[in-house]
């Protein structure tokens, strides 16, 4: 779960880069979708494998923090190559290999020269189907997660943000992560409880592929079945977020000795397939989540000089919906902050945006949106995103409508229905004044 993060806004000419973007999609023998894109012109092609529900929901209770040490052990050598061979290999095949988890998933990007494609997809097949997971690298990885997790525990975002989520999820919810029960699990985390939970989360079931680049729809196909035909079945899971939030309303203080307090707030959202997705987009955008341009940070850090950074944004994920926010600012000044977020919430929920802001908002997205599309690894965590969430493969030529379309008297609606100053829930983490 992450507020949203907004570029500086581009020039006028990026927004052509959209116009050249066909995609297309094919579907492989064991029944996975595949959205591609081609582009002859290039030297490169990258590709992206999202193994849904994988992620650190599906970590065993008592050992929190699994997945998060697999992820870290599979570039760690695999087949015949221990790690520095391995490592070593996708040096001289020219592939950039990379592996990531989040609450929901796994995922896994890859990109090489349009010439070393099958010797890619032969070095990610021995990584996620024979890791070596030696004694080694196991340690190795123990102590580099073990620091991480410590440094962790010393960052006054990383508690808020923790403590938050416990907070509107509740202690026991997959979503909530506690590091000192990750920390005492890394020591009982043991080799046949990696290769255990890659079986059992590295499947074809729930699995999302993307691709971009100078390759062929045939070539693609051919090396995708054969890589993935090596993964074992799974199961098939679908599941529909909620939007309930425990502690509404409620103001939560973590103490700490910080010079300046971290003030994380979260409030109930909608889902992403929800009618009203674009014209709330819009509205957290112009009141919180387009810095520079929205009316928190023109308030509490423009005119009042109170925070240095405040970002506001739309968490959908598989099991949970809402909106989160986080600023910082001194001791002295938490509630005052805190009660100007609350009356900017009223006040627009009561009275919409104006023209303008709406018509700005609108501006910021339809050009800011082509960036997205600058870069094959941009472009296929662009159409991994949106197969993640149930969306066409033509939305990047639909989704400029989609938010154009949207006026002021729907964002006054929207307003009115979504935002209650009095469920707004407030985390901080700082000293007590």
């Given at each position: ?299 509490i850090r423009e005119k009042r000089g109170l925070a240095y950074h405040l970002s506001l944004g739309l968490f959908s994920q598989k099991l949970q919906c809402g909106i989160l926010g986080v600023t910082g600012t001194k001791t002295t000044s938490v509630q005052e902050v805190i009660k100007l977020i609350k009356e900017h919430w009223k006040n ?86």
């Amino acid at each position: 779960m992450a507020s949203q993060a907004y570029a500086s806004m581009p020039t006028k000419t990026a927004r052509a880069s959209t116009a050249t973007i066909d995609v297309k999609d094919f579907t492989l023998k064991d029944g996975q979708v595949v959205w591609f894109t081609t582009d002859p012109e290039l030297d490169v092609v990258t590709i992206a494998l999202c193994f849904q529900y994988a992620g650190a929901r599906s970590d065993p209770k008592d050992k929190p923090g699994l997945g998060a040490f697999l992820v870290a052990m599979l570039d760690e050598g695999a087949g015949p190559y221990d790690s520095q061979a391995f490592k070593k290999k996708l040096i001289e095949k020219n592939v950039n290999f990379s592996i990531s988890i989040n609450q929901d998933d796994i995922t896994v990007l890859f990109k090489t020269t349009s010439s070393n494609v099958s010797e890619a997809f032969n070095l990610i097949k021995l990584a996620l189907t024979e890791p070596c997971f030696t004694n080694d690298a196991h340690a190795r990885t123990q102590k580099q997660l073990t620091a991480s997790l410590m440094q962790s525990m010393h960052k006054p975002e990383a508690i808020a943000r923790e403590k938050i989520i416990a907070a509107i999820l509740g202690d026991d919810h997959v979503y909530t992560k506690n590091t000192e029960k990750q920390l005492a699990a890394l020591t009982s985390i043991t080799k046949t409880d990696l290769e255990t939970h890659l079986k059992q989360h590295i499947t074809q079931a729930n699995l999302k592929i993307a691709a971009a680049g100078n390759i062929t729809e045939d070539t693609l196909k051919k090396n995708l079945e054969d890589l993935i035909s090596a993964f074992p079945k799974g199961k098939k899971i679908t599941q529909i977020p909620n939007d309930k939030l425990l502690n509404s309303g409620k103001i939560i203080h973590v103490e700490m000795n910080v010079p300046q307090a971290t003030i994380m707030f979260a409030h109930p959202g909608i889902t992403r397939n929800d009618p009203d997705f674009y014209a709330t987009h819009l509205l957290l955008q112009a009141l919180g989540g387009n810095v520079f341009e929205s009316r928190l940070w023109k308030d509490i850090r423009e005119k009042r000089g109170l925070a240095y950074h405040l970002s506001l944004g739309l968490f959908s994920q598989k099991l949970q919906c809402g909106i989160l926010g986080v600023t910082g600012t001194k001791t002295t000044s938490v509630q005052e902050v805190i009660k100007l977020i609350k009356e900017h919430w009223k006040n627009v929920a009561e009275n919409g945006l104006t023209p303008e802001e709406l018509k700005l908002q609108k501006q910021f997205l339809n050009e800011s949106y082509p960036l997205d599309f600058t870069k094959t690894s941009r472009i296929v965590r662009a159409l991994l995103s949106y197969q993640n969430e149930n969306l066409s493969k033509d939305y990047i030529y639909e989704r400029e409508a989609l938010f154009n379309q949207v006026t002021v008297d729907d964002i006054k609606r929207v307003a009115k229905r979504l935002l209650k100053e009095n469920e707004l829930t407030f985390l901080i983490v700082g000293k007590k004044e």
